[in-house]
């Protein structure tokens, strides 16, 4: 194996920390659109950082949690969020694709801000991806028992006096911040399927939503080796081989666990 | 009644609570007494449901205070757990949300509530007098000063019912803890509570079972049937079981 791929397996491994627990909570939640939203608005973060001549990360992270925010404020007033949060995600994408284009002398290379390029990961960027992941995986824990309990009912958090919207807050920042970490390696079309299909192949498996956590973290590891090793030997691109390995696995869970 | 605040778990003064522009609560004032079973009942849309999570803390009221004794605990049962399927959940795991209880507490209280040996099985597996047990062992599980339940025996026949209610009162005299309710079984209900409210929007009446059912105001919202049928509960109830009196 070569460092290229080594680097591509760590930084993938390291992400799944974060999109594991996160993506669990996107599936109970019913926030896939909210994931997708928040994925196509980080384009946007992309267009404006290179237009500000700022770091791409700062741009991506910075309009990924104003977005997320804005999405989360919209979203509390439970008027057809499912179509709200539709004309947004892909509206945020059209925008953000018009955006890039309109760039002077961009050298943005299109294909990778949709899919990701994590076959071009530096060291620099593998220690981010984990310092991130570690750090969402942290906080992530340490709401665990507040958000999982609010996921069933909110009111019984509030009846053991937690703050369910307080622990929705974080989440939603959580969530803008993995995006944020995703979009070099998978791109800001396949965030939300690195975020629900290993956990949607865990859930079969699950007993506990600790357990569908850890087993979505597993999934998700074997996609990003299968993915990369795919790959490298069809030659295809290495985000959408992660996500096929990732659907694949779980048609075989679906099929083992009947 | 001043005096009586003071002490009160929580007290509502004047409570006024509108959504999207509907005036659901106005002008509610209720104080609920360390021990006392205080069951509201009304008319669907009268607010039940809405002052029972405004004592919770889930509904912020427009106008008026809320006072809850410091380092309250509440234990909630809500009226339905809508469990999405794809979050997986044992029962045992349930009875560990959101605080996770000592060990060898979790099989005690489902022991207790009649459900041994379940702790293993999805809470998606239950039935719903199963599921209406679970709930109240896990409320019971953080030793509340008061239990909040949402119209807990909706799904049970009136038998069932009748002996859920019986099983909190027996609760609150063992444990000493308040409870407030909200209920559609009107006569069943009435008589295992200390004090009735009758809620459409603001209180129409309060008191005993009794002063409540023959009230011209409460009468106006339910009718002249139900007095009968409380009277029958209470005959069964004397008949099934050996409470005596009890007096408030």
Known sequence: MDDTLIRALLAGTGLVLATAPLGCFVIWRRMAFFGDATAHAALLGVALALALSLPVGLGVLAVALVFALLLFRLTRGGEAPDTVLGVLSHGALALGLMAVALLPDAQVDLEALLFGDILDVGPRDVALVWAGSAGVLAVALWRWQGLVTASLNPDLARAAGLRPERDDAILTLLLALTVALSLKLVGALLISALLILPAAAARAFARSPESMAALAAAAGAVSVAAGLALSVALGTPAGPSIIAAAAVLYALGRVVAR | MSGLRAMSLVALERIVVAEGGRQILSGVDLAIDRGEIVTIVGPNGSGKTTLLRTVLGAVRPQAGRVRRAPGLRIGYVPQRLALDPTLPMSVGRFMAL???????????????????????QPLASLSAGQVQRALLARALLSDPDLLVLDEPTAGLDQPGSAAFYRRIESLRNARGCAV??????????????????????????????????????????????????????RHEHGHSHDHGTRDG
């Open chain 2, 98 to 120: 959101p605080a996770r209880p000592p060990a060898g507490a979790v099989p005690a209280a489902l022991a207790e509530a009649g459900l041994p040996d379940i702790a293993d």
């Open chain 2, 180 to 233: 407030l309710m909200v209920s559609h079984d009107l006569h069943v209900v009435m008589a295992a509570s200390d004090r009735v409210i009758c809620l459409n929007g603001h209180i129409c009446c309060e008191g005993t079972p009794e002063s409540v059912a023959s009230a011209p105001a409460y009468r106006a919202l339910f009718g002249e049937g139900t007095r009968g049928a409380l009277a029958l509960y």
